[in-house]
């Protein structure tokens, strides 16, 4: 296993919704450049023998910013860090764990778009423009013999 920095231009997260619906949300840093996220790879053998790539994104707790879309977020490294991160001779496992940990509020901004980022079969432009998000209609509760609770 080896360590890997990945370099979107921005990450899309989703929210659950208390009615258990999902709204994307689009993520870039205020400044606009390319994020480096904390990642790992491998290469490994298949039980056909195959080599196979396998790489995931390292993900720590939300920061507050970004809390209110999702509880977790990708690290997110900056400056020197890169480098640390991906110097896995000389920086220990430890060390790099260190380098892990949320963004400070203020570093990143978002927000809600439109749900087609999640068919393969959309690519344009209005993918990441903001859309105006419906908050849903409360649940109502239906009292027993089906009638609706007033309370």
Same mark, same amino acid.
């Given at each position: 296993?080896?360590?890997?920095?990945?370099?979107?231009?921005?990450?899309?997260?989703?929210?659950?919704?208390? !009615?258990?619906?999902?709204?994307?949300?689009?993520?870039?840093?205020?400044?606009?450049?390319?994020?480096?996220?904390?990642?790992?790879?491998?290469?490994?053998?298949?039980?056909?023998?195959?080599?196979? !790539?396998?790489?995931?994104?390292?993900?720590?707790?939300?920061?507050?910013?970004?809390?209110?879309?999702? !509880?977790?977020?990708?690290? =997110?490294?900056?400056?020197?860090? =890169?480098?640390?991160? &991906?110097?896995?001779?000389?920086?220990?496992?430890?060390?790099?764990?260190?380098?892990?940990?949320?963004?400070?509020?203020?570093?990143?901004?978002?927000?809600?778009?439109?749900?087609?980022?999640?068919?393969?079969?959309? !690519?344009?432009?209005?993918? =990441?423009?903001?859309?105006?998000?419906?908050?849903?209609?409360?649940?109502?509760?239906?009292?027993?013999?089906?009638? &609706?609770?007033?309370?």
């Amino acid at each position: 296993m080896a360590a890997a920095s990945f370099r979107p231009a921005a990450i899309t997260e989703w929210h659950t919704n208390p !009615d258990k619906s999902k709204q994307p949300y689009y993520i870039t840093l205020t400044d606009d450049r390319p994020m480096a996220l904390a990642g790992l790879y491998a290469t490994w053998v298949g039980p056909e023998g195959e080599e196979i !790539d396998s790489v995931a994104t390292i993900t720590v707790p939300a920061n507050g910013q970004l809390s209110v879309v999702h !509880d977790r977020m990708p690290a =997110i490294l900056e400056g020197d860090a =890169i480098e640390q991160w &991906l110097d896995v001779r000389g920086v220990t496992a430890k060390a790099a764990y260190q380098l892990a940990l949320p963004l400070e509020d203020g570093v990143v901004k978002f927000h809600p778009v439109s749900t087609r980022v999640n068919s393969a079969r959309d !690519d344009d432009p209005g993918l =990441i423009a903001e859309v105006t998000v419906q908050k849903p209609e409360p649940v109502r509760k239906k009292a027993a013999g089906g009638q &609706l609770d007033l309370f």
